[in-house]
T-cell receptor, first 115, second 112 residues
Framework: NAGVMQNPRHLVRRRGQEARLRCSPV?????VYWYRQLPEEGLKFMVY????????ESGMPKERFSAEFPKEGPSILRIQQVVRGDSAAYFC?????????????FGEGSWLTVV | GESVGLHLPTLSVQEGDNSIINCAYS??????FIWYKQESGKGPQFIID?????DKRQGQRVTVLLNKTVKHLSLQIAATQPGDSAVYFC???????????FGAGTQVVVTP
């Protein structure tokens, strides 16, 4: 998976707590994407970010979810006041400025469990 | 809405046989299609891609076929090996590069 680093790999939160998922893209990649995967389903696009900008957040739930990709540091997906339905695997992917399918690299995912 | 879907949820294949995984898509604006392999507890791994102006592309032991007339995509794996056991997803790109639309996945189980 060519260096997309996600942490934590596994996270357990109680209902109402906050979850923060981090993604460090491949070195030199300026585009970051977050996807969510529910059990036995395909990945669903959430948000597309470039440094300090949200380009497309059409897949993000309207409330409780936010994402950022600051000038310095990893991209963060933040889920406030988690509910059981937020339990899923969250994948980050990154790509360089000009990309084709094989230069979109996915991380190993962060598995969120809400209890 | 428009979506990408797969015909078979599970495919059992004997080791050494060829596997064929099918995918139907409905977004005619998609210009790019990708097959991913996902092993348990891991992220999607790129297998092969194809542009909409092509109908066939071959890789190492894999071939992707695209039939735009019926909006059908397939992945053929030659001489399937135990290491090929995984969930396979097709994905399409309706607009921007990283905004992919994934199908539900097919579980491939390779039996000895």
């Amino acid at each position: 998976n060519a260096g997309v680093m996600q942490n934590p790999r596994h996270l357990v939160r109680r209902r109402g707590q906050e979850a923060r998922l981090r993604c460090s893209p491949v070195k030199g990649h300026s585009h970051v994407y977050w996807y969510r995967q529910l059990p036995e389903e395909g990945l669903k696009f959430m948000v597309y970010l470039q440094k300090e900008n949200i380009i497309d957040e059409s897949g993000m739930p309207k409330e409780r979810f936010s994402a950022e990709f600051p000038k310095e540091g990893p991209s963060i997906l933040r889920i406030q006041q988690v509910v059981r339905g937020d339990s899923a695997a969250y994948f980050c992917a990154s790509s360089p400025e000009q990309s084709s399918g094989n230069t979109i690299y996915f991380g190993e995912g962060s598995w969120l469990t809400v209890v | 809405g428009e979506s990408v879907g797969l015909h078979l949820p599970t495919l059992s294949v004997q080791e050494g046989d060829n596997s064929i995984i099918n995918c139907a898509y409905s977004n005619s604006a998609s210009d790019y299609f990708i097959w991913y392999k996902q092993e348990s507890g891991k992220g999607p791994q790129f297998i092969i891609d194809i542009r909409s102006n092509m109908d066939k592309r071959q890789g190492q032991r894999v071939t992707v076929l695209l039939n735009k007339t019926v909006k059908h995509l397939s992945l053929q794996i030659a001489a399937t090996q135990p290491g090929d056991s995984a969930v396979y997803f097709c994905a399409e790109r309706p607009d921007s590069w990283g905004k992919l639309q994934f199908g539900a996945g097919t579980q491939v189980v390779v039996t000895p």
